[in-house]
C-alpha cells in the first residue's frame, strides 16, 4: 500500500542570527538528510524549528532548488517560542561546488586540530573527569578560543553570567572592590561558572595579568552540557558551595556546617573569627598527625584535644598548623556547656605563637 505524504530534500542551513534563543547559537548547523534532522552536538531538537523546517524543505519552490535565481528564497526565520533565529540554506546533499567541498575539508582540519591542542589540558581538569573521552571531545568542539592582551578585563563585577571560562596559557586575577588581588588562576584554571549556576551577577571582576589565552563555553552550550551529563552538575555544585563559604570566611563569616581547608585560612584565624563571633559550636580538624577538636562556648574554648594533649597543650599544638581539613557544626556536647574556659583566648593565642617562635628560633 502507498503512503501519500509530502517528499522531502535534503539539505543544510547554517543560523546567521540569534535573539534570545533559547538552543540555538549562530554558525550552528542544522542539516536534513533522509528523512532524518541532524542537530548540533549537546543540542535538543526543538520543535518549532523542526516544524519550520519540514515545511520550508517540503515547499514547491524550495523542491527545485533553494538558489535566490527566481525569486527562490534562501534566507529564513523561526521565531515560535520568546527567541528569534535566522538561518541559511547552505547547501544540498550532493550538491556541493568543489570550492565548498575544500572549505569543509580545511574547516574539519581546524576542528581536529583544535580538539588535539587543548584535549590534554581538559582531561587532566577535575570537572570533566566524570566524562569519557568521546564526550570530551564532543565538548571541546564547542568551544570558543579567545586570546586577550595583558591588563584586560574579561568578567565585571556586577555583569550577568555570559560564559565559562578555561585559562589555557596566561593568568588572570580575581580583583576585589578595593582593587587587591583576591586569588590568581594559570593554565588549568575555570572561571566565570558559579555566575552560570547561581544565575546570580558575577561577583568579582576578573583581569588578565599577562597575555592569556582561553576557552569559552557559552551560558547556552553550558546549559546543554549540563542537561546531557547530569554529573557534572553534581561536581560543580559542590564547587559552588566550596567558594560560597571560602567567600563566607574571607568576608569574616562562619555557619554551621562550614568546612574548608587550613591552606584558605588558618587554625589561628579560623579560631580567632569563631571568637570575634562569640559562637558555640565545635571544630573538628582532621590532620596529617591525626585528629583534633575544639569546643567553643560563646567565643571562649572551653575544651581541645589533639593526640594525647588537652586543652591549652591541644591548641599551642594545633595554632601552628598550615595543612589539612576542618569542619564547623553549631553546639557542643551537654556535658561540657558548664565548663569554664580553658583561659583568655587571646592570652592563649599569644602565648601559643610566643612557643610557636621560641620553637623555630
Known amino acids: 500500500m502507498n503512503k501519500a505524504g509530502r517528499k522531502f530534500r535534503d539539505a543544510i542551513f547554517i543560523v546567521t542570527e540569534e535573539q534570545s534563543c533559547p538552543v540555538y547559537n549562530v554558525g550552528e548547523e542544522i542539516k536534513v538528510e533522509q528523512f532524518c534532522l541532524s542537530l548540533p552536538s549537546f543540542k535538543p531538537g526543538c520543535l518549532y524549528l523542526s516544524q ?7 515547499s514547491r519552490d524550495a523542491f527545485g532548488g533553494f538558489q535566490t535565481m527566481g525569486g527562490q528564497k534562501s534566507r529564513f526565520t523561526c521565531g515560535g517560542c520568546d527567541g528569534l533565529i ?8 550532493d550538491f556541493a561546488t568543489l570550492q565548498m567541498k575544500l572549505l569543509n575539508e580545511t574547516e574539519e582540519r581546524r576542528r581536529r586540530q583544535h580538539l588535539d591542542q587543548f584535549f590534554g589540558i581538559l582531561r587532566n581538569l577535575d570537572i570533566f573527569e566524570p566524562l569519557d573521552d ?22 565585571r563585577k556586577g555583569d550577568p553570567g555570559s560564559s565559562l571560562y578555561i585559562v589555557l596559557q ?32 558575577a561577583s568579582n571582576s576578573v583581569h588578565t595579568l599577562s597575555v592569556t589565552q582561553v ?16 554529573v557534572l552538575q553534581l561536581f560543580l555544585f559542590k564547587l559552588l558551595v566550596d567558594r560560597a563559604q571560602s567567600k563566607s570566611l574571607r568576608s569574616g563569616q562562619i555557619t554551621s556546617g562550614m568546612t574548608g581547608e587550613l591552606a584558605e585560612i588558618s587554625a589561628v584565624d579560623l579560631f580567632q573569627l569563631i571568637n570575634s ?5 565545635t571544630v573538628i ?17 572551653v575544651h581541645a584535644r589533639f593526640r594525647d594533649a588537652r586543652d591549652k597543650q591541644a591548641v599551642y599544638a594545633l595554632l601552628d598548623t598550615t595543612n589539612g581539613h576542618f569542619s564547623y557544626t553549631k553546639g557542643i556536647p551537654k556535658e ?3 565548663r569554664p574556659p580553658i583561659g583568655s583566648f587571646m592570652g592563649m593565642v599569644m602565648d601559643g605563637i610566643q612557643k610557636i617562635d621560641e620553637q623555630r628560633e
Do not use: W
Request: cysteine-free.
Open 52 to 58: 519550520e523546517i519540514a515545511r520550508i524543505i517540503s
Open 86 to 93: 535566522s538561518f541559511e540554506f547552505k547547501k544540498e546533499r
Open 134 to 155: 568521546d564526550a570530551l571531545s564532543d565538548l571541546t568542539l564547542l568551544l570558543e578560543l579567545r586570546t586577550i592582551p595583558l591588563g584586560k578585563m574579561i568578567i
Open 170 to 201: 596566561g593568568q588572570v586575577a580575581v580583583i576585589a572592590d578595593d582593587g587587591k588581588r583576591i586569588a590568581e588562576m594559570g593554565e588549568g584554571k575555570i572561571f566565570g561558572e558559579m555566575s552560570l549556576l547561581s544565575g546570580e551577577p
Open 215 to 230: 576557552a569559552m563555553l557559552s551560558a547556552k552550550n553550558f546549559k546543554h552540557v549540563l542537561k546531557k551529563y547530569p
Open 277 to 281: 563571633s562569640r559562637k558555640t559550636g
Open 285 to 301: 580538624l582532621v590532620l596529617d598527625q591525626g585528629k583534633a577538636a575544639v569546643y567553643f562556648q560563646e567565643g571562649e574554648i
Open 336 to 338: 561540657l556547656t558548664s
